[in-house]
């Protein structure tokens, strides 16, 4: 019986590896209303903290390596679609040159250099959450108040399809958001403060579920505006 659920699960996972390839086909050959070829549209992807800024941490877990393969994931995906990708990190190293006094505001200034000479048409930050209870779970996306909140909740609706949660994207005052002159958005991609989300955030299965429902908000966030 387990051998045969075993055989079910992977089934299932060959069609929805397939049901996503059709959707990417689809997308790719349909240009964006912007009128923008997707070879001609230029996606930030910016993997949160790095170096001796490791995020949050919890039980030997640090969010800026996670953050650094979870962008690696969606900046593949989003290359393969034709996307021309520009991250702010490849390695474990932060951005800040030597980590003297003030590496928390070089690391930000670096990153929104990066921005603002990508000419990016869509910035994604990827962080990972904390919470003093560990009964908060899943993935949220928060955008800048008192920008179009449409790309943030794309994304947040397609990653609750992931999840079954019902969490609305949030505004706030975010750096990444604030200076990039682009829709731009924060993905805390799961809480490690939530020992489901823990262990989850850790497996590659998930990272490549969390990844896809990114890049699949992303999607009919630009095809669908
Ligand atoms: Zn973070």
Same mark, same amino acid.
């Given at each position: 019986?387990?051998?045969?659920?075993?055989?079910?699960?992977?089934?299932?996972? +060959?069609? $929805? +590896?397939?049901?996503?390839? &059709?959707?990417?086909?689809? $997308?790719?050959?349909?240009?964006?209303?912007?009128?923008?070829?997707? +070879?001609?549209?230029?996606?930030?992807?910016?993997?949160?903290?790095?170096?001796?800024?490791?995020?949050?941490? +919890?039980?030997?877990?640090?969010?800026?390596?996670?953050?650094?393969?979870?962008?690696?994931?969606?900046?593949?995906?989003?290359?393969?679609?034709?996307?021309?990708?520009?991250?702010?990190?490849?390695?474990?190293?932060?951005?800040?040159?030597?980590? /003297?006094?003030?590496?928390?505001?070089?690391?930000?200034?670096?990153?929104?250099?990066?921005?603002?000479?990508?000419?990016?048409?869509?910035?994604? *930050?990827?962080?990972?959450?904390?919470?003093?209870? *560990?009964?908060?779970?899943?993935?949220? &996306?928060?955008?800048?108040?008192?920008?179009?909140?449409?790309?943030?909740?794309? &994304?947040?609706? *397609?990653?609750?399809?992931?999840?079954?949660?019902?969490?609305?994207?949030?505004?706030?005052?975010?750096?990444?958001?604030?200076?990039? !002159?682009?829709?731009?958005?924060?993905?805390?991609?799961?809480?490690? *403060?939530? !020992?489901?989300?823990?262990?989850?955030?850790? /497996?590659?299965?998930?990272?490549?579920?969390?990844?896809?429902?990114?890049?699949?908000?992303?999607?009919?966030?630009?095809?669908? /505006?």
């Amino acid at each position: 019986m387990k051998k045969f659920a075993k055989k079910i699960a992977v089934v299932l996972l +060959v069609l $929805l +590896v397939a049901s996503q390839l &059709v959707l990417c086909v689809y $997308l790719c050959n349909k240009n964006p209303s912007q009128g923008t070829g997707s +070879v001609n549209f230029t996606i930030v992807v910016d993997a949160g903290h790095g170096g001796i800024d490791g995020g949050v941490q +919890v039980d030997g877990v640090k969010e800026s390596d996670l953050n650094l393969a979870y962008s690696k994931s969606l900046g593949n995906l989003l290359e393969t679609c034709g996307f021309n990708v520009v991250y702010t990190r490849h390695g474990k190293d932060g951005l800040y040159g030597l980590p /003297t006094q003030g590496f928390k505001r070089r690391d930000m200034q670096k990153r929104q250099q990066i921005i603002l000479q990508s000419n990016a048409n869509l910035v994604v *930050s990827i962080h990972m959450n904390k919470f003093s209870q *560990s009964i908060r779970s899943g993935p949220q &996306v928060f955008y800048q108040s008192g920008s179009d909140s449409q790309f943030a909740q794309s &994304v947040q609706q *397609s990653l609750n399809s992931l999840t079954g949660n019902a969490h609305s994207a949030l505004g706030g005052d975010f750096f990444v958001c604030r200076v990039s !002159p682009c829709p731009a958005i924060i993905v805390e991609c799961g809480f490690l *403060s939530n !020992p489901t989300d823990w262990q989850n955030l850790q /497996t590659d299965v998930y990272r490549q579920q969390i990844c896809q429902s990114i890049f699949n908000g992303m999607m009919l966030y630009l095809y669908s /505006t």
